[in-house]
């Protein structure tokens, strides 16, 4: 059984920006598809970006020039570096993970979810 374990939020102010990283544990083989969704107060949860084992990335719209996903094959690990942070990027940050080599959908179809890291961002 997967464990995801986020680490690396917290708040800043608008402009700012944050690192969020997650590292995988318990899945034998190199490299599978990671990613990162998000869920504000009262909405739905979304995809923010995802990374296939080739390093492929896909990023929302809202996201795309400020966020940057990748992985650490070796390490098991994704890591999402937030740029420019705006007061909508405010919300707890999931990490998840797609035991396949290639990602299913607009960013994965997850097999499992991290616990969630708050990510706030002030005006």
């Known amino acids: 059984q997967v464990q995801l374990v986020e680490s690396g939020g917290g708040s800043v102010q608008t402009g700012g920006s944050l690192n969020l990283s997650c590292v995988a544990h318990?899945?034998?083989?190199?490299?599978?598809?990671m990613g990162w969704f998000r869920q504000a107060p009262g909405q739905e949860r979304e995809g923010v970006a995802g990374?296939?084992?080739?390093?492929?990335?896909t990023y929302a719209d809202s996201v795309k020039g400020r966020f940057t996903i990748f992985q650490d094959n070796d390490k098991n690990t994704v890591y999402l570096q937030m740029n420019t942070l705006k007061p909508e990027d405010t919300g707890m940050y999931f990490c998840?993970?797609?035991?396949?080599?290639?990602?299913?959908?607009?960013?994965?179809?997850?097999?499992?979810w991290g616990q969630g890291t708050q990510v706030t961002v002030s005006s």
């Open positions: 998840a993970a797609e035991l396949s080599v290639s990602c299913s959908g607009a960013f994965l179809d997850p097999d499992a």
């Open positions: 318990g899945y034998p083989h190199a490299a599978f598809c």
């Open positions: 990374v296939d084992a080739e390093g492929s990335a």
